[in-house]
């Protein structure tokens, strides 16, 4: 699996699903695994910021510098566990876990209220005031016990977002 020009075996698919929870079926796994060779460009088994910004919908998603850090630089395993965020097979602490990983951009396990208002603004763009976002999100984290100097930890981001019904799928192409 360490060079994209190689086939994937039996071995290696039932390795990806056991390693992404088994989000993706083996065919599923098969398909994801020719757009990762498709992506690859230079061939070295790892996909680049730049390579991903090839596919035109991830390059017009506005979470995409975001996501950029999490994906750049991933061999296959780790392209499909990144995928499996978004599969219908994956629970919703796992889709919450991942989310929480996107709004945590230093990494520290915590987020901010600033961390989470720069995501608003990214995700609403000019359909919203800069005082109309933080006026929701005031309120959001009012009613989750939260004010605007709370630093969120994964429970805490869990029990805001625990009452959403969390929809985050991604159609595999199985040609």
């Not at 699903?17 to 599923?28: G, I, M």
């Not at 910021?49 to 979470?63: G, H, I, K, Y």
């Not at 396990?109 to 995700?123: E, P």
């Amino acid at each position: 699996m360490g060079s994209t020009s190689s086939m994937l075996t039996q071995y290696d698919i039932e390795e990806v699903q056991d390693h992404c929870n088994h989000a993706f079926s083996q065919q599923e796994i098969v398909s994801l695994y020719q757009r990762f060779c498709q992506l690859d460009r230079n061939g070295g088994g790892f996909v680049s910021a730049d390579e991903f910004m090839s596919v035109p919908e991830f390059a017009v998603n506005p979470l995409s510098q975001r996501l950029l850090r999490m994906l750049d630089g991933l061999n296959f395993k780790e392209f499909v566990a990144f995928l499996s965020a978004f599969s219908p097979r994956t629970s919703l602490q796992q889709k919450m876990e991942f989310i929480f990983r996107v709004y945590d951009t230093d990494c520290n396990g915590k987020v901010a209220f600033d961390d989470i208002l720069s995501i608003l603004r990214d995700l609403t763009g000019s359909f919203m005031t800069e005082q109309q976002r933080q006026k929701v999100l005031t309120h959001v984290l009012e009613e989750a016990g939260y004010t605007k100097d709370s630093h969120f930890t994964l429970p805490d981001f869990m029990k805001i977002l625990g009452n959403s019904e969390l929809k985050m799928e991604v159609e595999v192409p199985i040609d």
